[in-house]
């Protein structure tokens, strides 16, 4: 673990991805567990695209961190998750423009209750 | 043997949840009010701490603990107000979770207190996504930084309680954009208490202490909506 975490810091931007890589596996070993699986062959993640989280880190970090465990050949396979918001006056979910706040792209009103795009949520394995 | 599916719902924060409302609970039960500093690193949240812990430990019992990846320079920096100071290190990790911070209370005889501050490590992307247990969520911006942090960095905007844009003595120098600024935050948290302060002159800084003395009076007045 310590040598993972010097790497990450010399790698710099992708520790918050290793720490969430290994958060990830033990999820997903707990859950093996449950079904008294023998192997992991694929884990699949829904990944907001507001989670702070960057995919290819994430999945370089995953190739560190799966070794010597239930998931040590399991494929993460990652299905991202664009920013949705409520607006409250166009009265239904609505996407949002990058870079310039939380902005109704249909409407422009300021519609900061976000409904989706923070997930980090393992949904689905395939297990032996 | 066949491969099978196995659908599962589950947040992989889970544990840094679950742990962020055991130190809630603790914390209402002790009366403390729990205040995450977040921010770009070179805000302004060590000098803000100093100003505050000094002038809060007048009348209420304050700590603080201070992450940074390394150096126990913010802890040095602020032992010299007096109040009582633990420093997280947190190595490579770029943000303070709900476990480093159960284990730095542990055993800390300065507990329990009125008011406990937490210095998040400097930066705007992590720290937004791990609760930490508080009452209230405080983004900086300085002057010094522009005025699209909110725009660049929403979720830190979007989910704090107070923004406050420091370092206002230097805004003129910098030819700071106030109404841009205030705008950007609006437009990812629209209705955010929002203060402008400046620790080396002292602007701002008596509007800062009512707030928190403010927000104290009020956890401890309704005992039985803390933590909901």
């Keep these: 673990m310590e040598s993972l975490f010097r790497w990450g810091c010399e790698r710099k931007c992708a520790m918050h991805e290793l720490s969430l890589a290994l958060s990830l596996l033990d999820e997903v070993g707990a859950a093996a567990a449950r079904e008294g699986a023998t192997r992991v062959a694929s884990v699949h993640l829904r990944l907001g695209r507001m989670s702070g989280v960057v995919r290819d880190a994430l999945l370089f970090a995953w190739d560190l961190a799966r070794a010597d465990t239930i998931a040590s050949d399991a494929t993460l396979v990652i299905d991202e998750v664009p920013v949705a918001v409520w607006c409250a006056h166009c009265a239904g979910e609505r996407s949002v423009r990058a870079g310039e706040g939380l902005i109704c792209a249909q409407c422009g009103a300021v519609t900061p209750t976000i409904v989706r795009g923070r997930e980090l949520e393992l949904v689905a394995m395939e297990v032996l | ?228």
């Excluded at chain 2, 599962?8 to 809630?24: S, T, V, Y």
């Excluded at chain 2, 977040?38 to 992450?67: F, N």
């Excluded at chain 2, 704090?160 to 935050?185: E, N, W």
């Design chain 2, 1 to 228: 043997m066949k491969l099978r599916v196995v659908q599962i719902q589950q947040n992989i924060l889970r544990k840094n949840d679950e742990l962020a409302g055991a130190l809630r609970r603790r914390f209402a039960d002790s009366g403390t009010l729990v205040v995450n500093l977040l921010s770009s690193p070179g805000s302004g949240k060590t000098t803000l701490l100093e100003a505050t812990l000094g002038a809060l430990a007048q009348s209420y019992r304050v700590g603080a603990l201070v992450g940074d990846q390394a150096t126990r320079n913010d802890a040095d920096r602020l032992e010299r107000s007096g109040a009582p100071v633990r420093q997280i290190t947190t190595a490579a990790e770029c943000r303070l979770d709900a476990d480093m911070v159960g284990k730095a209370l542990a055993g800390w005889d300065a507990l329990p207190l009125d008011v406990l501050f937490i210095e998040n490590v400097g930066n705007l992307i992590c720290p937004a996504e791990y609760d930490l247990g508080e009452d209230v969520r405080v983004v900086l911006t300085a002057v010094t930084e522009g005025e699209d942090k909110p725009l660049k960095y929403p979720l830190a905007f979007n989910t704090s309680h107070v923004a406050l844009i420091t370092k206002t003595d230097l805004a003129a120098a910098v030819g700071f954009d106030r109404t841009a600024a205030h705008d950007a935050i609006g437009r990812v948290h629209p209705g955010i208490e929002i203060l402008e302060i400046a620790c080396r002159t002292g602007n701002g800084l008596d509007a800062w202490y009512a707030l928190l003395a403010g927000r104290l009076r009020a956890k401890r007045s309704v005992p039985s909506a803390v933590g909901t």
